[in-house]
């Protein structure tokens, strides 16, 4: 379980504000879902890493890509040709 | 001929986000054959929001390999359908821009999340619409309006310009009326493309054949078991009837990984969700944040404001199931799980050339039936396996249930595409006649 505390936590990890009102609802839903989720204790052993895999990344070409005005024609923000974000600090 | 016409025809069941008024078309394969395509697939020059408002007035600056395709085979791309946001949903009521509702029933709910394409192709606004399957999102919708839908092999048809949700199960593939449409838009657009890095060399050129004699059809217990509506079992069991009097025969068996595939299945869809939907800040695309606040507070907020219910729930499980002390509870053991499921599939499919059972579990409910979020992933529980596999499937319509459509499912052989459609094909050619 839980509680309305850590959802919170989880919201903020996820970037997503939950307003307080929804809170209560929304743990309730999430609990009942990690309850089904259980189901999975049932299973045993864990995959042995990396078994089976190989790397299959493709050599480093520089290809045409999509020209700045297309771009930019979709941020709501840009400033000397660059996307423009909030402030960080 | 190359020209244009006019798509004006009247959308009374909210199938379409957005239209084009005047459509263009090439020659081909598919010559002037108007096409829906599914909202979360981009379109280079038409608004392309996966029903969410994070994308309101998103316009693509290209074309997803696929719709690259349709065109060059002449199709004419008639428009944008709705679905649930991002693809998280059964029924598409999900969707910020109001629920699509069901051609046979418009008080009930097409299905999810490709709703809005079948219900394009139930309604007759189109012959032939492209969707995206998740977890059932072609299947399922098809099997609520009585149509054909197909989840193609995973890697079979390039996902570039797909819109990401959960890369490792999701896949491109047609919707139509008759079997034979969908393979022939399936002709289309499978093939191979580099830039899809799980695309496969696999093209797809098939006539539908209705010669399935000799054919093994296995049918697990476990897709008629709990919560399985006894009238749309019946449905089923009449089909593999009709299927067993063309030459094919019945073989029962089980398949144990059900018990988890479900489970496996959200853990692993909202892991990968949380990660894809992490781009979607109002920055590079969607409307703007304010950018007089700081970055993760501008970012929550818009997240908080413009995501649905829905998709803040997955990102959020997705979140959890990810974080440092749950890693191993969650995600961890789905991969094993899913594993096992592909594992299952590995073990019937040698004995038998294809899998059959009902696509949904009942009908269509009616709009807002089901609010709780646990008991619409239930629903689900008869397509994802397909999709944690990886294997194709197709929903064929067999019959009603008070008069709402059920459908048959048919799962086969990876890269079996082709034969998952002949069965399909010869179930509807018989019960047609």
Redesign the interface.
Known sequence: M?SETE?ND??????????KE?LGT?TA??N???E??D?????????SEGAGRYN?F?EDIVEPS?DQD??L?????SEDEF??????? | MAGTFSFDAPDRWNAFLHRQETVGYGDGALGGLPVAVKDNISTAGLPTTCGSRILEG??P??DAHVVTLLKAAGAAIVGKTNMDEFGMGTTTENSAYGPTTNPADPGRVPGGSSGGSAAAVAGGLVPAALGSDTGGSIRCPAAFCGIVGLKPTYGRVSRYGLIAYSNSLEQIGPLAATVSDVSRLMAVIAGYD?RD?TSADRPYAHTPSAEIRGTRIGVPAEFFGEGVDEAVGERVRDALAVLEHLGAEIVPCTMPSM??AL??Y??TCTSEA?SNL?RF???????????K????A????L???R?G?EV??R???G???L?AGYY???Y??????R??VRDDFARLLRDVDVIAGPTMPTTAWRLGEKS???SM?LSDILTVPANLAGVPAISVPCGTVNGLPAGLQIIGRHFEDERVVDVGFAYEQEVRR
């Open positions: 839980v959802i989880i919201a903020n990890l996820a970037d997503i504000s939950i307003p929804e929304f839903q999430f009942s879902i990690l089904y989720f189901l999975l204790d049932a299973v045993e052993a864990a995959p299959i493709r999509l297309a771009v024609s979709n941020p709501g923000a996307i423009k974000g909030p402030r960080v600090m | 998103y316009v600056p290209y580099a890095s018990a988890f489970a496996a959200y853990v949380s992490a800040d109002g920055v590079r695309y969607g409307p703007a944040v304010d950018t606040k700081q970055w993760h501008a970012f929550r907020e997240r908080g404001d995501f219910n803040q729930r990102i959020m499980l979140t959890f199931a974080s191993g509870k969650y961890a053991k789905a991969q094993v799980a594993k096992a709780d979020p646990l992933y």
